[in-house]
């Protein structure tokens, strides 16, 4: 594992800005540091698993980088990712049942065309609708993904973790966070969980996200105990 912390190798947090609460007495709630090391564990364990599954699909060793845990309000999504234009691929699940939340792994658009042309090598084309059949290459790997790292987390937490059909994605990260985030306005301060990865092949790289609510976040940590 990379000793380092990245946010989708190629984007940077602006933390300047944003709040990380440690009191646990206060009104809202928040996470003290061990917590948050407990949460960020978990999502540690369910990218494992997930990134064993890409490794198999890509053929190749994958890496993981340390992952992060921020709490934030829905409006510092504004401010929390720097590089805003970068185009990136990839999919999202909501969760619902015992937790509430949301679950994403995107690549930047660069390294979702070297898997779609590791996947379109050898075949044949014709008739095909190249921008469909790329799209539906990137939703299917990254459902695959998804679905491990939801099928972990459900596994640790004795609970079973109910998620929509993956959706396919493409936008810049903070258009696509801002836009989960917005419809979760109502939960005040969110737990986002990431954790950045590296195929080793053809330098593939990504992150996983889980976006969740405190409630969430305090049925995790009581589950672990």
């Given at each position: 594992m990379f000793s380092n912390r990245v946010f989708l190798t190629g984007f940077t947090i602006n933390t300047k800005n944003v709040k990380i609460a440690v009191a646990m007495k206060d009104k809202n709630q928040m996470l003290t540091f061990e917590q948050i090391d407990t949460i960020k564990e978990v999502g540690n364990i369910c990218v494992g698993n997930s990134t064993g599954i890409l490794s198999q699909l890509l053929g190749s060793k994958v890496e993981m980088y340390l992952p992060g845990l921020d709490i934030l309000a829905p409006k510092q999504m504004a401010e929390y990712i720097k590089e805003k234009g970068k185009l990136v691929y990839g999919v999202n699940a909501q969760i619902a049942s015992h937790l509430q939340g949301?679950?994403?792994l995107l690549f930047p658009e660069g390294d979702s065309l070297k898997i779609i042309d590791k996947f379109i090598a050898g075949v044949n084309t014709e008739g095909l609708n190249h921008t469909q059949f790329g799209i539906s290459i990137i939703k299917e790997i990254g459902g695959i993904a998804l679905f491990s790292y939801i099928n972990t987390l459900s596994s640790l937490i004795k609970k079973l973790i109910l998620s929509s059909v993956p959706n396919f994605l493409s936008g810049t990260v903070n258009e696509l966070l801002q836009l989960v985030l917005r419809e979760y306005e109502h939960w005040g301060?969110?737990?986002?969980?990431?954790?950045?990865?590296?195929?080793?092949?053809?330098?593939?790289?990504?992150?996983?996200?889980?976006?969740?609510?405190?409630?969430?976040?305090?049925?995790?940590?009581?589950?672990?105990?």
């Open positions: 949301a679950i994403f301060n969110v737990c986002v969980v990431h954790t950045a990865f590296r195929e080793i092949g053809m330098g593939v790289e990504g992150s996983f996200y889980l976006i969740l609510n405190k409630k969430s976040a305090d049925l995790i940590l009581k589950a672990l105990k």
